[in-house]
Each structure stands twice: as C-alpha cells, then as structure tokens.
C-alpha cells in the first residue's frame, strides 16, 4: 500500500519560512518524478516543484528563487522549503508520485500566509 504523507503546513506571516514534508511508503521516492502541488479556493491544483528520479528540478515561475525542492532518499522523503512567503502562497498543498502510469497522491497540508 503506498502512502504519501504531507506534514509541516502552518500559519505563517508574510515573508515567513516554512518547510513541508512529505514521507513516503510504499514506494522508493528515489525512482519517482516527485511533484510538489497547491491548490487555492476556487482554483484549479497547479505544480509548483518537482524534482525526477534523476535528480533535476524544475518550479513554477511564481515560486522560483523562493522554493526548494529536495529529495533524502534515506528517510524516502521528499521536502519543499519555502522561503519569503508571500499571501499568494495559502493553498493546500499536495505531494504526488508519478512513475510511468503509476501515480499516487497525499493528502495535503493547509499552507496560510496571512498577516
């Protein structure tokens, strides 16, 4: 059974930091395209970072400079840092896995920027 587990959402002031986690079982996140994914109130989920099982990384060119993803292929965890968090950012966002047709989602973590 493959789990994905989103954790380290929060409330957060703007310009504020945070660092989401998404654990994974299951599967080995090491040979995975790993998406990190956010969805706002009345808007469609949009991708906001992946990274392949190769190792690239690509953003979204709203968080680009801002966001990092990163893979520890020992705790078979994928993170998300956030840095200068802008109001834009409160979405709940959501971990996917993704290997050929295999494709697998968390249940998300609240992310709300709000001053």
């Known amino acids: 059974q493959v789990q994905l587990v989103e954790s380290g959402g929060a409330l957060v002031q703007p310009g504020g930091s945070l660092r989401l986690s998404c654990a994974a079982s299951g599967i080995i996140v090491s040979i995975y395209h790993m998406g990190w994914y956010r969805q706002a109130p009345g808007k469609e989920r949009e991708l906001v970072a992946k990274i392949t099982s190769g190792g690239s990384t690509n953003y979204a060119d709203s968080v680009k400079g801002r966001f990092t993803v990163s893979r520890d292929n020992a705790k078979n965890t994928v993170y998300l840092q956030m840095n200068s968090l802008k109001l834009e950012d409160t979405a709940g966002y959501y971990c996917?896995?993704?290997?050929?047709?295999?494709?697998?989602w968390g249940q998300g973590t609240q992310v709300t920027v709000s001053s």
């Open positions: 996917n896995a993704n290997r050929a047709t295999r494709d697998y």
